[in-house]
């Protein structure tokens, strides 16, 4: 497997995802292990796709950018940066309603059998 083709194929579901609230498709590229470790949550795979969902339905996506940075084997690094425009309060984080939200992170997975099975990110999200 080629980590740049897979990670590459990973950004684009993640972003599909993002754009439609639909997390299915994105759901069948990690293990039913995953786990996601941020630096204020650690969310197993169901909760990783519902905070996608609620993003999605809580307001709109203004910018929407991942870049591939790096990778080897069996670890990616993406560059993750998004601009959202909040019409409601995202579940879990109070005070969004009526406010524009610019996060950029960096993202590290690790890939099993060809899925992702951990990710790990760190960043900042500024609100306007």
């Known amino acids: ?34 786990v996601s470790h941020d630096l204020f949550i650690e969310a197993p795979l169901e909760g990783y796709l519902q905070h996608i969902r609620d993003i999605k339905k809580s307001g709109e996506i203004i ?33 969004t309603k009526g406010k524009e939200v610019n996060t950029h992170y960096r993202c590290l997975f690790h890939v099993k059998n060809a899925k992702v099975d951990e990710l790990w990110s760190a960043g900042v999200a500024i609100e306007k």
């Open 1 to 34: 497997m080629n980590i740049k083709d897979f990670a590459e194929k990973y950004a684009a579901a993640w972003r599909q995802a993002a754009i439609t609230g639909n997390t299915d498709e994105f759901k069948k590229m990690h293990t039913p292990s995953f």
């Open 63 to 95: 910018k929407f950018e991942l870049k591939y940075l790096a990778g080897d084997t069996s670890l990616f690094l993406l560059d993750f940066k998004a601009c959202y425009r909040f019409k409601e309060n995202v579940p879990g984080k109070p005070g």
